[in-house]
């Protein structure tokens, strides 16, 4: 069982950053692949990016590629995602998650654990 908790989420304009963090507890991130989803009100849940536990390799949805960027600190067991060129529509709840079962899992069902998720808003 891991414990995951996110942080760095905030207001911010158009053409922004904000850096994501997912701290965990419980378990050593190492033998997970992480990801990040997002939720929009009234919208359903979406994959954002993902990398597989050696670090080695990242992907990304589409609407987030050259913008986002995955990386983890496995010896601080924590996941980032730095968002860069932020647009209105990227203003969602932001969810990171660990899955221990897929091969690039891009699926909310291939992941087995969330954290609560931390509000980002991007004005316009």
């Known amino acids: 069982q891991v414990q995951l908790v996110e942080s760095g989420g905030g207001l911010v304009q158009a053409g922004g950053s904000l850096r994501l963090s997912c701290a965990a507890s419980?378990?050593?991130?190492?033998?997970?692949?992480m990801g990040w989803f997002r939720q929009a009100p009234g919208k359903e849940r979406e994959f954002v990016a993902g990398?597989?536990?050696?670090?080695?390799?990242?992907y990304y949805a589409d609407s987030v590629k050259g913008r986002f960027t995955i990386s983890r600190d496995n010896p601080k067991n924590t996941v980032y995602l730095q968002m860069n060129s932020l647009k209105p529509e990227d203003t969602a709840v932001y969810f990171c998650?660990?899955?221990?079962?897929?091969?690039?899992?891009?699926?909310?069902?291939?992941?087995?654990?969330w954290g609560q998720g931390t509000q980002v808003t991007v004005s316009s």
């Open positions: 998650a660990a899955a221990s079962g897929s091969w690039y899992p891009r699926m909310r069902s291939e992941y087995d654990f």
């Open positions: 419980g378990r050593t991130l190492s033998v997970y692949d």
């Open positions: 990398i597989i536990r050696g670090g080695a390799a990242t």
